[in-house]
């Protein structure tokens, strides 16, 4: 069977229709350029003879039903298949409020962008012939309420009994949560935990046995690509956030091995009332960094003290723009020793210290 086809994914669009748009202060997301973002990328890519799209999540802004209904309207309208799942800000609460939908409200929405026959918050979808997508539901919610990053064992059995069928196909796994570590011990970090999925261990262990090779997922906000024991994870970043990125996927392949994968990042650099828009969503970034780096500095592994820190922490304004941006280096020379290579862990080399730039631009062999 030959397998060759396009696909794009958009990641965390946080759509945000104007009269739900709130006060900016600490807001990390841009979302004041969601809709005109989203509609160049859009445009761009209803000429690149794409098969489909995938949605990793975050669709809206906070749940809200105007901007579900405004996605969901727009999503229909496209000349290509949509698939989507909820992230986290989708789906803020397990019952519905004044301002945003419940958990249970959400597949409603989107029956027609891969929840056609399903109730449940996930489901499965043969994309093109041979090719099998599974969209996973990472939000989970505790008895007091609580929001969850985890899959239930409701949906674990699911995909105990849905892998062995499909594994002759290319199965596509799209989930909000990340599986694999994106950031230096991310699943132990206090600052990155939050973003993992809370027993990414079980399901990567379904995956390598079902031999399931590719994730992908959103949430972090960053361009990357991580590589575990034979499964790749391709995080995409937010497109209300620098470096606003979309991705197009090429594969190519005769049956199912050694599938090429050749994948190509682009940016929304620039919108009408927006024309340097790269720049000022960087410095909104670099703005709003000082909080967050402190607490990487002060927590641990590096446990430095608050006086030691406010020395260092001008240095490190753009530190996560840079990493949102992919493929970045770090190497802060004037840094204390220890602190200097903690940093460099960060950067995207391989063991042997090399850069291995792949997180915008790469060619994989699956």
């Not at 800000?89 to 939908?101: A, F, G, K, Q």
């Not at 997922?217 to 499964?231: K, N, P, R, W």
């Not at 500095?297 to 430095?304: F, G």
Request: net charge negative.
């Amino acid at each position: 069977m030959s397998i060759n086809f396009r696909f794009a994914i958009i990641s965390d669009p946080h759509v945000a229709i104007p009269q739900t748009i709130r006060g900016a202060a600490n807001r990390f997301h841009l979302v004041e350029v969601s809709i005109p973002a989203l509609e160049l990328v859009f445009d761009h890519l209803e000429r690149q003879n794409i098969d489909f799209l995938l949605i990793p999540g975050d669709l809206t802004q906070d749940g809200e039903p105007e901007n579900h209904q405004w996605l969901q309207q727009r999503l229909a309208s496209l000349p290509f298949p949509a698939y989507v799942i909820p992230g986290n800000h989708d789906v803020p609460t397990l019952l519905s409020t004044e301002n945003s939908i419940g958990f249970d409200d959400f597949s409603a929405y989107y029956c027609q962008f891969g929840y056609q026959n399903s109730q449940k918050h996930y489901y499965t979808c043969e994309v093109i012939p041979g090719v099998q997508l599974i969209a996973l539901n990472s939000n989970q919610f505790n008895s007091q309420g609580k929001q969850l990053g985890c899959l239930d064992e409701e949906q674990i059995a699911w995909l105990e009994q849905l892998l062995p069928q499909v594994k002759d196909k290319l199965i596509l796994v799209m989930i909000h949560h990340n599986v694999i570590e994106h950031l230096p011990g991310q699943s132990h970090h206090e600052l990155g935990k939050r973003y993992m999925l809370d027993n990414a261990s079980v399901l990567l262990k379904m995956l390598r046995e079902a031999e399931a090779k590719l994730i992908f997922s959103g949430h972090l906000h960053v361009q990357d690509i991580a590589y575990q024991e034979g499964i790749y994870e391709i995080t995409t970043g937010s497109l209300v956030s620098y470096p606003h990125p979309y991705r197009i996927i090429e594969v190519q392949a005769n049956g199912l091995k050694n599938l090429e994968f050749k994948i190509e990042s682009h940016r929304v650099n620039t919108l009408s009332g927006w024309e340097n828009l790269a720049e000022f969503s960087r410095n909104w970034l670099g703005d709003r960094s000082y909080p967050f780096m402190m607490k990487l500095l002060t927590s641990h592994p590096l446990n430095l003290e608050i006086e030691e820190a406010e020395k260092l922490v001008p240095q490190l304004r753009y530190f996560w723009a840079d990493m949102a941006d992919g493929d970045a280096i770090f190497d802060f020379v004037d840094f204390p020793p220890s602190v200097r290579h903690y940093f460099q862990y960060f950067s995207a080399i391989n063991e042997d210290g090399s850069p291995n730039l792949i997180d915008n631009h790469a060619r994989l062999i699956i």
